[in-house]
């Protein structure tokens, strides 16, 4: 029924840019704070990024400068623009609610690596 579904990760090195896309199914996120998380193997889920229904943004302090997070709800998508990436963003990234219950989906794999 309700569904995210991550896109765009993919493997780049060190100094590279990736654009994620958390696509909406189900439900209209119009109203909704909405945020990026990430996973890397052995650590806990965190947040990076969120932005509100008005536009809201704020950040990590870890990614602050390098990613923003975007949002057209004409499309019913989130966005993430990743620039300078590091190694330490290799994650899985995923895409949810910032409040109410949670909806995982499977995430996008980001590999950072020279």
């Known amino acids: 029924q309700v569904q995210l579904v991550e896109s765009g990760g993919g493997l780049v090195q060190p100094g590279g840019s990736l654009r994620l896309s958390c696509a909406a199914s189900?439900?209209?996120?119009?109203?909704?704070?909405m945020g990026w998380y990430r996973q890397a193997p052995g650590k806990e889920r965190e947040l990076v990024a969120t932005i509100t229904s008005g536009g809201n943004t704020d950040y990590a302090d870890s990614v602050k400068g390098r990613f923003t997070i975007s949002r057209d709800n004409a499309k019913n998508t989130v966005y993430l623009q990743m620039n300078s990436l590091k190694p330490e963003d290799t994650a899985v990234y995923y895409c949810?609610?910032?409040?109410?219950?949670?909806?995982w989906g499977q995430g996008t794999q980001v590999t950072v690596s020279s």
């Open positions: 949810n609610f910032r409040w109410g219950p949670p909806r």
């Open positions: 189900g439900i209209i996120i119009s109203v909704n704070t």
